[in-house]
């Protein structure tokens, strides 16, 4: 089944088009990461999902709700986990999570998410002490308690060290394991590489792609073989080849859509010769340097003017975000 359906979401700051008739869809149980640069409207269309935002034009559908109109029943079915998010700084981490979790019909156990996320060592300790991965961890654990369908990851990890970052992404892992469904939104290219079952790349607004991370852009982006051109041979001596020869000191490489063509015209080659392609390979390109180009591609460029949600508008629109029917983590600080 599908928990997310996005169809020609638009939303304007004025005269700027923050989304550009986006759409997508997110299986129930997938982990669903959107990706793009700043400006690109990762954040907009989140809030739009979570309610917090209106939108503009297009259809929303969010495990079956509109979220403009979800209400509380809406709410108690997703968690959110923000990029940065303010705390009652007097209460103690264990206390803070069963404050949360009261606010869900079927909450987790707030001492098994404390320990999931790494915090057992400092669930009496009260949130002021605690240091900033600490706080993100907390973070983790209040958007977990409330045994969400549909959790929304925000830059989950920014602050990590690496043994927190790897722990989070197992604990991501195990949730998918659940049947939760999770849309998560990351700078970090090895994150949606290893947590993602599929991606989406949005630019000035737009969709540029959307798929697998191994596939991403299509086939047409081609793979890459390297190998050191032999002793005896120059450039000049190679066979016909379908793809881009691209010297790299002393390594060939070439860029092709046709890797097995080209593969068999080489050793083919090499073997008439009597000689080896030493360190010879074949390599696709990962989703960081896809990414890249398929921003560039699109256009984009660091002094994009666009401003931010918030520059623009200043607090989220479309509701009363200090509504008391709402659970807690919910609200955007």
């Known amino acids: 089944m ?16 923050a989304l550009d008739a986006v759409s997508f869809t997110v299986a129930e149980g997938e982990v669903f990461a959107l990706l793009g640069p700043n400006g690109a409207g990762k954040t907009t269309a989140v ?28 709410r108690e079915r997703i968690g959110i986990v923000l990029q ?87 604990l991501v892992e195990g949730l998918r394991a659940l049947g939760t469904t999770i849309l998560l939104t990351t700078h970090y290219m090895d994150e949606a590489q290893h947590l993602a079952d599929r991606v989406a790349v949005l630019r000035a607004g737009r969709l540029v792609a959307v798929g697998a991370p191994d596939t991403l852009g299509g086939s047409t982006r081609g793979s890459t073989l390297s190998f050191h051109l032999p002793e005896d041979a120059t450039l000049a001596d190679l066979p016909v080849l379908t793809g881009a020869i691209e010297p790299r000191g002393a390594v060939v490489a070439l860029r092709t859509t046709e890797p097995a063509r080209d593969m068999h015209a080489l050793t083919g080659w090499a073997l008439e010769r009597g ?5 010879l390979t074949l390599s696709r390109p990962g989703l960081e340097e896809v990414y890249l180009d398929l921003v560039e591609e699109a256009g984009e460029r660091s002094d994009d003017p666009r401003p931010t949600p918030e ?23």
């Open 275 to 279: 000689s080896e392609l030493t360190s």
């Open 47 to 74: 809030e739009i999902l979570e309610g917090h935002r209106d939108r503009d034009g297009g259809t929303v559908s969010v495990l079956g709700f509109d979220p403009a109109t979800g209400g509380r029943a809406y």
């Open 84 to 170: 940065e998010a303010g705390f009652e700084e007097e209460f103690t981490v264990a206390e803070l999570v069963r404050l949360y979790a009261g606010f869900y019909p079927h909450p987790r156990r707030p001492d098994e998410v404390i320990e999931q996320v790494g915090l057992a060592d400092k669930k009496d300790a009260r949130v002021r002490t605690l240091s900033g991965g600490q706080r993100r961890r907390l973070d983790l654990a209040l958007g977990l308690v409330g045994r969400p369908d549909l959790l929304f990851l925000d830059e989950p990890t920014t602050g990590f060290d690496p043994s927190a970052r790897h722990r989070a992404w197992e």
């Open 2 to 17: 599908t928990a997310v359906i996005v169809d020609g979401l638009c939303k304007n700051y004025g005269p700027v088009r």
């Open 311 to 333: 520059a623009a508008l200043g607090p989220a629109t479309g509701r009363d975000p200090a509504a008391e029917d709402e659970p807690a983590h919910g609200r955007r600080s």
